[in-house]
């Protein structure tokens, strides 16, 4: 009993060691990333090895703050919610893996944090818009050529366009790779349950937003019975400006009502609320919904309540890549597609601006040669990160 007692006080002193250590290190690094973001570039070089490439993420929430701050959750969330405010971004991890398809070496990449949470971002935009072009900055003070825009940073930054002219650095929204996937999900699922797309109504949810005006062109120019584009009501003339640009033989209708949801067959999400909006009152019997939005507006509640609906993630497989940071995919090569697009550019050697303000439709056809080169392409399906 006495040695089980020692045993159990020696093991939690041990824990607490490698929690103070773990945290001492965090902090650490956090004061060595302030330092390369302020002086010259070659100060950085000495403190950590060149990158090639980048890619950005922000927390979605307080529960995202802990996977790079784990002592975070002991605090008064007030306090957490206003330290990340007024932090600077950081190194989140480096990613290897990734090789280069015209010399063969493995490329050096990071995961950058852009420190505020997605309410912050919707709360402030031009905090938002600061930060994320801070987080920017230390990539390209880290030497990286390209840095793709993960979660809403993309449109917070107006498609990317905020930074061009602000970094030397190529920016990639991750649109293109992201639209491709949505579309070989929806094809794939369709096939798989045996459903003829040109019978079926397919909704987008966020189609006047921009990845639902590529998503929502592309769907109707493959073939399907109709498209019906859905957002908020504010943006119902814009609405009708895009169906101009949708394929004329394809039956198009505009929405502003969530529960015009109950006629479509597939549903495309591409939302950036700040949680989830779709009930299960707003669907029909059998519903399939891909859901691409970050922070989730579909929720593990509304599988729970409509069991005969399926809800799909929007993720990428990079074979041999590895981001060693806690992102909760199932498989061990899991990544976002906005990811997957600066992965499939560093490999290729792009150095420049892809997939920038307004869409080029051209890029989806290109991406998914260059991605086919690279071995990136749609991940096992799941669904809230549970495999299907």
Same mark, same amino acid.
């Given at each position: ?21 773990? =945290?001492?290190?965090?902090?650490? &690094? ?14 950085? $070089?000495?403190?950590? +090895?060149? /990158? ?14 802990? $996977? ?12 957490? $919610? ?7 971004? #950081? ?31 919707? +709360? ?6 600061? $930060?994320?072009?801070? =987080? ?33 650095? /190529? ?18 699922? &369709? ?12 909704? #987008?949810? /966020? ?12 769907? &109707? @120019? ?13 943006? @119902?003339? +814009? ?16 929405? +502003? ?13 591409? =939302?950036? &609320? ?48 590895? =981001? ?61 990160? @549970?495999?299907?």
């Amino acid at each position: 009993m006495y040695l089980h007692i020692t045993l159990g006080r020696h093991n939690m002193q041990t824990r607490k060691k490698r929690i103070v250590l773990r =945290t001492f290190n965090v902090l650490l &690094a956090a004061v060595r990333d302030l330092l390369i973001l302020l002086l010259p570039s070659f100060f950085g $070089r000495l403190l950590i +090895t060149k /990158g090639d490439y980048a890619f950005l993420i922000h927390p979605r929430d307080l529960d995202d703050v802990s $996977r790079k701050y784990t002592f975070s959750k002991y605090f008064n969330p007030k306090l957490v $919610r206003w330290t990340i405010r007024h932090m600077w971004p #950081v190194i989140g991890s480096r990613i290897t893996g990734l090789k280069s398809l015209e010399d063969g070496r493995e490329l050096v990449g990071y995961l950058m944090i852009c420190p505020i949470t997605a309410e912050q971002m919707h +709360t402030d935009r031009k905090l938002a818009q600061k $930060r994320i072009l801070q =987080t920017v900055q230390l990539a390209e003070k880290l030497g990286c050529k390209t840095i793709g825009l993960g979660a809403l940073s993309a449109s917070m930054t107006r498609g990317g366009e905020y930074l061009v002219d602000k970094v030397k650095i /190529g920016v990639t929204t991750g649109h293109a790779y992201t639209t491709l996937v949505i579309i070989q999900t929806v094809e794939e699922i &369709a096939r798989r349950k045996g459903i003829n797309l040109k019978e079926k109504t397919v909704a #987008v949810l /966020g189609a006047a937003g921009l990845m639902g005006n590529p998503c929502s062109n592309l769907l &109707a @120019q493959n073939g399907i019975g109709r498209l019906l584009m859905i957002d908020r009501p504010q943006n @119902q003339e +814009t609405l009708r400006q895009l169906t101009l640009g949708v394929n004329p033989h394809c039956q198009v209708d505009i929405s +502003t009502d969530l529960n015009s949801l109950k006629e479509a067959d597939i549903i495309v999400v591409v =939302t950036n &609320a700040l949680s989830a909006i779709v009930k299960p009152e707003h669907l029909k019997e059998g519903a399939i919904l891909v859901d691409d939005s970050q922070p989730r507006n579909t929720s593990p509640a509304l599988l729970k309540a409509r069991p005969d609906v399926l809800i799909l993630d929007v993720v990428a497989s990079a074979p041999g890549v590895h =981001t060693h940071f806690p992102l909760d995919f199932p498989c061990k090569h899991d990544v976002f597609t906005c990811m997957g697009e600066v992965l499939i550019l560093a490999a290729h050697g792009w150095k420049d601006n892809y997939a920038i303000g307004k869409f080029d439709y051209g890029l989806v056809a290109e991406i998914a040669d260059l991605a086919k080169a690279v071995g990136l392409c749609p991940a096992p399906f799941r669904s809230f990160n @549970q495999l299907v």
